[in-house]
T-cell receptor, first 111, second 110 residues
Framework: DAMVIQNPRYQVTQFGKPVTLSCSQT?????MYWYQQKSSQAPKLLFH???????NEADTPDNFQSRRPNTSFCFLDIRSPGLGDAAMYLC??????????FGPGTRLLVL | DAKTTQPPSMDCAEGRAANLPCNHS???????VYWYRQIHSQGPQYIIH???NNETNEMASLIITEDRKSSTLILPHATLRDTAVYYC???????????FGTGTRLLVSP
């Protein structure tokens, strides 16, 4: 089945140690998104790629970066994780501006 | 900011219909109403969306009022696996961002 895959499902990192989360998709969608969801809160968009064009949300901290080497893969890099960055990170994809489909998420724990 | 208002929680008995309301009184004529749900510790799952007409798929029905200021998501025969947070989202056409509100926590009980 076509899907959005996120690895790993759980990631533990140390305070200040760079970490990368990955997302891949078999839907061949041209748009990929990264959302952050903190405990008991709703998901919040960090940024998205429309094809190769990167679109950052105005309030996304500089600590968060993203790479999209090809259509299928997208990475979320957190340069210096703080305790406040502990959250579920959700990847989603869409074809153009149509319906977004989400992956299972990666839960990040910062020690 | 989210443009929708939903009750924070609802209960439903297994096998009965679950009717989840959403108020979007400031919706514009070309904005879509989307519904997603999120089961605990999973990613949001797309359910259904609509513009003006009522919509039905294998998961649910979406009823949009004639003035489009509110809508209702109907799960016709709720099961325990339907326990989740349900998000109603208003989205302009051609707009990438999904702005999630606080959602409705639906608890389906035996």
């Amino acid at each position: 089945d076509a899907m959005v895959i996120q690895n790993p499902r759980y990631q533990v990192t140390q305070f200040g140690k760079p970490v990368t989360l990955s997302c891949s998709q078999t839907l061949n969608h041209n748009v990929m998104y990264w959302y952050q969801q903190k405990s008991s809160q709703a998901p919040k968009l960090l940024f998205h790629y429309y094809d190769k064009d990167f679109n950052n949300e105005a309030d996304t901290p500089d600590n968060f970066q993203s790479r999209r080497p090809n259509t299928s893969f997208c990475f979320l890099d957190i340069r210096s994780p703080g305790l406040g960055d502990a959250a579920m990170y959700l990847c989603a994809t869409s074809r153009e501006v149509e319906t977004q489909y989400f992956g299972p998420g990666t839960r990040l724990l910062v020690l | 900011d989210a443009k929708t208002t939903q009750p924070p929680s609802m209960d439903c008995a297994e096998g009965r219909a679950a009717n989840l309301p959403c108020n979007h009184s400031t919706i514009s004529g070309n904005e879509y109403v989307y519904w997603y749900r999120q089961i605990h510790s999973q990613g949001p799952q797309y359910i259904i969306h609509g513009l003006k007409n009522n919509e039905t798929n294998e998961m649910a029905s979406l009823i949009i009022t004639e003035d489009r200021k509110s809508s209702t998501l109907i799960l016709p025969h709720a099961t325990l696996r339907d326990t989740a947070v349900y998000y109603c989202i208003v989205r302009p056409p051609g707009f990438q961002k999904l702005v999630f509100g606080t959602g409705t926590r639906l608890l389906v009980s035996p």
